[in-house]
């Protein structure tokens, strides 16, 4: 018996009552216990568990004989642990709620990345470019289910959470939660970036009126065997059945939630976030109206079934986006509470917020909490200066006493405060409230703790003439016995013969101090407010005055960069230890939203604290402000400015580059920022000769721009660099090349396995887009578009259908080690790259002919053809003009007419061919037999002057008995014009108008 074996014995006989838990293995030789297993009232291991240990082992790497580490083997095994996986998610019908909770991040992209691959997404294609209407149901609906997990965890994310501090026992797990924490950021970095694909791809999944299929076990299982091969899988039918109206009403509820994400910087998006959200609540709304089976999971039902949505959450997001945008109306009869309340505050109608406030003493509809916040937005205009609301604040206090009296809590401060000195007013609005909120069927209870009220009043109140007041409300003889009330009027006349009639008169309501927690916290809120240096220096003093502690924590989204963090809190000095914090991470915001003038206010206050006590610390600073700078004109740049940089901006930059200044604390992102301005305005020259050794081989970005701008700089000359330029691809292979990691857990279990970007590269994939996205000088995009076509060219190893590009030439043509490049995401590079430079410039021929031909090699042909009709138009004034024949090739033109015939569109076909050097009468012939043609046949005829093809046109329309067309190319062929005997100018010249003119129809087609 094995070592292994025993111990699961030893188990079970230790424990007789515990089920022996099912190992991973067990499923894998028994294909129907997953099921079996499944079905169990509670599996062990759940789903969740099942679905962690399937893609463990099927990403465990192998070993050579080299005793290298190699990628996992697509073998049998490791595909039926993947299958198995995706099963157990179609058992649990893809729902993303409990799949959410179960799984991490990276372990839930794999699984939903195997549900693309199996459900046959074509890869290295946006989701964006696919027309869902077209695709197989449970492609579409892989695709949509992909992008819902993209979009929800976009949004979980921005949910702060509260960070767990590891125990003794666990620090030596930081390195691993380090790791599961890099890769988590990377792959929400990646989803962010691609937020508005996916949210394009919901918005395109709204159009759809047709039901969708999503991928059931049996399916899954189809796959797996024979019968995929006759198409089941693909039918309209096989699969989990999801309505049109449960897939629109989850869109709705999942756009609504990014986009009321996107609403704290972008307002209009509340607006969007509101559509949303009511489309949500009518299908919602129409679902039960109907009493059809509409398979929503609501948090108060219990029907776990494949569309879910949380409709307290749902009526919290209404509520909110209503209140935001306004959209409330106070006489609606169907507005909640909260609505109504908000839009009185707008309308400045007071007292209707006051009536709102003693009806809901009586139905106690609102939450505490609400009613509070609202009288803590009153006395905050109240300190802001705002005249007139004194008395509206001290009537909500009033109502919030009364309510915490009806359910028993203990009277909040202010109104005590408030009691120390009350106006005649004061107390009959009390005495009104108190009454008001007894009118309906009042419980035992209520009257009791009513009557406590009274009594604390009586004993509270100073003045005699108050309390006879109290005393003589009707309210105080019925809520009071007999005994009580005799009490009390002995304890008032008692303390009414101990007055000092001459004692100081109290303060006010509002003169009376709060207490030191309450200034702290609203000088804390001034100090996340404020954006003015010596406004926050003033705050910072008096808030050390009060307390001893760290104020640059009062706000969790302040963040210094962490290669700054230590020289930070260092500074001895606790006041200016959290200055310089403070004004350096609210500076970093302003940039980040480009507010470039506080921002410069903010960091020069802090150079001239920082340049006092630091030598280090100001050279921080005076690199910051240099980055604040570059930031401020690329951004002027980016709006239309043609303005250089100052020669004071362009030597600063220099200065940075060439500094060397030991232990001094650098972030990289600074050398990139200026990398990428130096090749912006083509200091090629200074990159590649004055850039010290030293900060080529630390900074990464550096390094790059070196690289690039040695290249771009040969490249205009007689003889193109060859020795450049391959140290540039190598340096991009290595970035787009992936290795395989595996983690141990302190147990010593091997981990999930992770494919990730090789660790040879200079830096991420990821980042190196980033940066890609940071530069505009049209060379520099050229040279890095012909390299990765290139690359593209030679991981996909399809000669026929090869994408085209300037320079090909001093990229080598063959790659050593071409299974390591990740195949996917050399793809989708060339395709971000191609499309980032044409948003910086939409008319440049060789970038749109690029564009074209990736999207002609991923068999997208009507997209193709958008983009070479394009390239056409922008080098012929909207072909008004001859398209050069360096744009129109004879490769462009025969992709051209293969997109049209994938298209069916037979007619432009035969067109096309006659643009050819030779016209391709075998192909035109071919096309013109066709009779299924989807363009419009016969209006193109006058757009042919090839004399032969016109000849074969009424051939065919004659031998079919169609005389109606036989006679429009007849016409056609009859123009004096197209007669062989005229001269060569006259027949050349009838061509080019009858080009330029198809040319403009088509570009009104596919435009």
Not at 310 to 332: F, H, I, M, Q, V
Not at 670 to 694: H, I, K
Not at 795 to 805: G, H, S, Y
Request: charged share 25%; with cysteine.
């Amino acid at each position: 018996m094995s070592a292994e074996a025993a111990d699961r014995v030893a188990a079970v006989n230790s424990r007789p009552g515990t089920p022996l838990q099912t190992s991973w293995f067990e499923f894998l030789l028994d294909a129907s216990l997953l099921e079996k297993h499944l079905q169990k009232q509670n599996p062990d291991p759940v789903p969740v568990q099942l679905i962690v240990q399937f893609l463990e082992q099927a990403s465990k790497p192998s070993v050579n004989e080299q005793n290298q580490v190699q990628p996992p083997v697509d073998n049998r095994r490791n595909r039926t642990l993947k299958l198995l996986a995706l099963k157990v998610a179609a058992h649990m019908k893809w729902d993303l709620d409990a799949l959410e909770k179960g799984l991490t991040i990276p372990v839930l992209n794999m699984l939903l990345n195997e549900l693309l691959c199996v459900s046959k997404v074509p890869p290295g294609v946006k989701h964006v470019d696919l027309d869902l209407s077209t695709l197989p149901p449970t492609t579409a609906m892989a695709v949509i289910i992909y992008n819902r997990w993209a979009i929800r965890t976009i949004v979980l994310s921005s949910f702060p959470e509260k960070q767990t501090k590891p125990g003794p026992h666990q620090m030596n797990m930081l390195s691993i939660v380090q790791q599961e924490k890099e890769m988590t950021d990377n792959i929400l970095t990646v989803l962010k970036e691609q937020s508005a694909d996916s949210i394009s791809v919901l918005e395109g999944a709204l159009c759809l009126k047709k039901d969708f299929y999503v991928h059931t076990m049996r399916t899954l299982e189809l796959l797996a065997s024979d019968a995929a091969a006759n198409g089941e899988t693909e039918s309209s039918t096989a699969g989990l059945r999801i309505s049109a109206d449960e897939l629109h009403c989850q869109a709705h509820y999942d756009l609504g939630g990014i986009f009321f994400q996107q609403g704290s910087t972008d307002q209009p998006a509340y607006v969007k976030a509101r559509d949303h959200f009511r489309q949500t609540k009518e299908l919602l709304k129409r679902g039960q109206n109907q009493d059809i089976t509409f398979t929503f999971y609501l948090c108060q039902l219990d029907s776990p079934l494949h569309v879910h949505l949380d409709e307290k959450r749902l009526t919290g997001y209404w509520n909110a986006c209503r209140a935001l945008t306004g959209d409330s109306d106070p006489s609606d009869s169907q507005a909640s509470p909260y609505n109504q309340i908000n839009s009185f505050i707008r309308a400045h109608n007071y007292q209707a917020v006051i009536e709102s406030f003693i009806k809901d003493n009586i139905t106690r509809s609102l939450p505490t909490h609400f009613r509070r916040s609202v009288l803590r937005e009153f006395m905050y205009k109240v300190q802001q200066g705002e005249s007139g609301l004194e008395e509206v604040c001290q009537k909500l206090c009033v109502c919030n006493a009364v309510r915490d009296t009806l359910e028993g809590e203990v009277l909040n401060v202010r109104f005590q405060q408030l009691l120390l000195r009350p106006s005649k007013r004061i107390i009959d609005f009390i005495l009104e409230v108190c009454s008001r909120s007894l009118e309906k069927n009042p419980t035992e209870a209520h009257k009791t703790n009513m009557g406590y009220l009274l009594r604390t009043l009586c004993e509270s109140l100073e003045d005699q003439s108050l309390v006879f007041l109290v005393s003589s409300h009707k309210l105080f003889a019925e809520l009071l016995s007999e005994d009580q009330r005799k009490v009390l009027m002995e304890q008032m006349r008692r303390k009414s013969a101990t007055v000092n009639l001459s004692a100081k008169p109290l303060p006010s309501f509002y003169d009376i101090p709060a207490s030191a927690s309450v200034n702290i916290g609203q000088l804390e809120q001034q100090l996340i407010l404020s954006l003015e240096p010596r406004r926050i220096r003033q705050i910072l003093i008096e808030l050390h005055g009060m307390a001893e502690r760290p104020f640059w924590r009062v706000n969790s989204k302040w963040e210094v960069p962490s290669d700054y963090i230590n020289v930070i809190l260092g500074i001895k000095d606790s006041l200016t230890k959290d200055l310089v914090y403070i004004l350096m991470a609210k500076g970093l915001h302003c940039i980040s939203i480009k507010d470039f003038a506080h921002a410069r206010q903010l960091f020069s206050a802090c150079l001239e604290l920082v340049t006092e006590f630091s030598p280090k610390l100001r050279q921080v600073m005076l690199n910051e402000m240099l980055l604040l700078d570059v930031r401020a004109h690329e951004t002027q740049t980016a709006e239309g400015s043609r303005e250089r940089p100052p020669s004071d901006l362009v030597s600063r930059v220099r200065g940075y580059l060439e500094m060397r200044i030991h232990d001094l604390p650098l972030r990289q992102v600074v050398g990139e920022e200026c990398v990428a301005f130096m090749l912006n305005w083509r200091e090629n020259d200074y990159l590649t000769l004055q850039v010290p050794q030293s900060l080529v081989m630390n900074n990464p970005y550096i390094k790059l721009g070196q690289l690039l701008a040695s290249t771009c700089k040969e490249l205009p000359g007689p003889k193109e660099s060859r020795r450049t330029a391959k140290e540039l691809w190598e340096a991009v292979v290595q970035i787009c090349s992936v290795s395989v990691q595996h983690k141990r857990s302190s147990d010593g279990r091997v981990g999930l396995i992770k494919h990730r970007e090789s660790s040879m590269g200079i830096l991420h994939r990821s980042k190196f887009i980033t940066f890609i996205k940071k530069l505009r000088e049209p060379l520099v995009l050229t040279t890095l578009i012909s390299l990765f076509v290139r690359l593209h060219s030679i991981v996909r190893d399809d000669i026929v259908n090869e994408v085209t590009a300037e320079h090909l030439s001093i990229w080598p043509s063959t790659l050593a080690n071409i299974q390591a490049v990740d195949v996917e995401a050399v793809a989708v590079t060339v395709k971000e790259l191609v499309s980032y430079a044409l948003t910086l410039n939409p008319n440049n021929q060789s970038w749109l002919i690029t564009q074209a031909d990736i999207y002609f090699v991923t068999n997208q042909y009507s997209a193709a053809l958008n983009f070479y009709l394009q390239a056409g138009a922008v080098s012929s004034d909207f072909f008004t003009k001859h398209v050069p024949p360096d744009v129109y090739t004879d490769q462009v033109l025969k992709r051209m007419i293969k997109c049209c015939s994938m298209m069916n569109c037979h007619t432009q076909v035969a067109v096309l061919c006659q643009f050819l050097r030779e016209v391709d009468y075998m192909t035109a012939f071919k096309a013109l037999q066709e009779q299924n043609s989807h363009d419009a046949m016969d209006s193109f005829y006058d757009y042919i002057w090839d004399v032969t093809i016109l000849e074969y046109l009424t051939h065919i329309h004659h031998k079919r008995g169609e005389a109606e067309k036989r006679q429009i190319a007849v016409k056609a062929i009859g123009q004096s014009e197209l007669n062989t005997s005229n001269p060569e100018e006259v027949l050349q010249l009838a061509a080019q108008k009858r080009k330029k003119r198809f040319l403009q129809a088509m570009a009104k087609l596919y435009f």
